[in-house]
């Protein structure tokens, strides 16, 4: 038990420990409590001093720092206003010492142009006299050209009036025969001099379902072919109702030549008189079909004699490239009859196997058929020896034993062999 005297009245009064203790423990709490607030209010206290001084020394240390930075700037402005008042003075000095080459390369350019134009007027007479002798020498030259020129083209429309003249001979020549007959009359006239070989026929092969006019052929002494051409006439009247100029008819003639495997395909034509292109003679149409060309009546021959002469110069090469193809051909038919022989050779051959083995079969039974009657021979062999021998050794004592009636028949019978 303890004893505890009150405060107020100054009287002793005892409690239990439990008492004391919980009594003891209140006043500790209020004393933590107060204790606690007192310290909350200094670290609170302690806390807005130390901000207040935190901002005070960041302002004091901000002025600073602006007031050395006001400094600096000070420092550098007045260095660059010195800078810039030194390039300023500077400049000024070149821009007047620019002026003053600027002016004095005007005074030279003033000068030089009035040399230049003193000079250029001095030229300029000298060819001023000079153009007008030109123009003088020009004039005769114009007049003499003039003069040349006149009496070529009066040369010219000669020549034309000629022409036009010849091609309305020739044309009323050809409409009177047909285009066909002149073409085969003017061929046959030169046949005998030069084409000995060559073959000049109307194509009446009609077969493939189209034909040319005429296939021109020519081989050599061997036989080999030097040149074939499809022609294909069309007189003034030839036109149809859809075909009415020279191209309307290429793409036939180029079936027709295909067809009729010719090397060049020719059309010998009057159509379109006043085209220009087919007037030059020879027209080469081979950007749209190969090998072919568009002629006119006067150049029919010529034509002919081009290709042939042309077709004579790869003749050689035409004619060895014929011997290496029927070496060729050799060869294959040399390959064809030996395949020939393997082929027979191994059809024999199989069927004298299939014979001889079905001899050897057949042998092979005769062989067994022969070793089973060796067999039985040599079994009846064995059996007539032992015949033999059973009989060599059977006498008339043996076959009398044991039976007396033929002993005694036996015994009468040899005293009469002694008689």
Do not use: W
Request: charged share 35%.
């Amino acid at each position: 038990m303890n004893e505890i005297i009150c405060p107020n009245c100054k009287k002793a009064f005892k409690i239990d420990e439990a008492g004391f203790a919980d009594i003891l423990k209140q006043i500790r709490n209020e004393e933590f409590k107060k204790d606690l607030k007192e310290r909350e209010k200094i670290f609170i206290e302690d806390k807005e001093n130390a901000i207040k001084l935190a901002e005070a020394n960041i302002t004091n240390t901000l002025q600073k720092d602006l007031a050395k930075k006001e400094t600096e700037l000070a420092g550098l402005k007045a260095k660059k206003d010195h800078e810039l008042a030194e390039f300023t003075a500077k400049k000024e000095t070149e821009l007047a010492e620019m002026k003053s080459k600027i002016n004095e390369a005007e005074l030279e350019k003033k000068l030089a142009v009035t040399e230049a134009v003193n000079k250029v007027e001095k030229e300029r007479d000298s060819l001023t006299a000079k153009l007008q002798s030109k123009d003088s020498e020009n004039q005769l030259l114009v007049s003499s050209q003039k003069e040349k020129f006149e009496s070529e083209l009066k040369l010219k429309d000669e020549m034309i009036e000629r022409y036009k003249d010849v091609k309305l001979k020739l044309s009323t020549k050809m409409i009177g025969e047909t285009l066909e007959q002149h073409c085969e009359i003017e061929f046959n006239k030169i046949r005998a001099t030069g084409f000995q070989n060559a073959y000049f026929e109307k194509d009446n092969d009609s077969r493939t379902g189209s034909k040319g006019d005429y296939v021109y052929r020519e081989t050599d002494e061997s036989g080999n072919e030097v040149i074939s051409i499809m022609f294909e006439m069309k007189n003034e009247g030839d036109e149809t109702a859809t075909k009415h100029k020279n191209e309307d008819f290429l793409r036939e003639l180029e079936k027709d030549r295909t067809e009729k495997k010719c090397e060049y395909a020719v059309l010998v034509s009057l159509l379109e008189a006043e085209n220009e292109l087919y007037n030059t003679g020879i027209v080469d149409v081979s950007h749209k079909y190969p090998k072919m060309y568009v002629v006119r009546p006067q150049f029919f021959i010529p034509m002919i004699t081009l290709l042939r002469n042309a077709a004579m110069n790869s003749l050689k090469y035409k004619a060895e490239l014929a011997l290496v193809r029927n070496q060729n051909i050799d060869i294959t038919n040399f390959e064809e009859d030996m395949n020939k022989f393997k082929d027979g050779f191994n059809r024999n051959f199989e069927l004298a196997s299939r014979k001889f083995k079905t001899a050897i079969g057949e042998i092979d039974k005769t062989i067994d058929h022969l070793q089973k009657t060796k067999e039985a021979l040599l079994s009846s062999e064995n059996s007539l020896r032992i015949a033999n021998n059973k009989a060599e050794e059977l006498t008339i004592k043996k076959l009398t034993r044991g039976n007396p009636t033929m002993t005694a028949q036996f015994a009468e019978i040899e005293p009469k062999k002694l008689d």
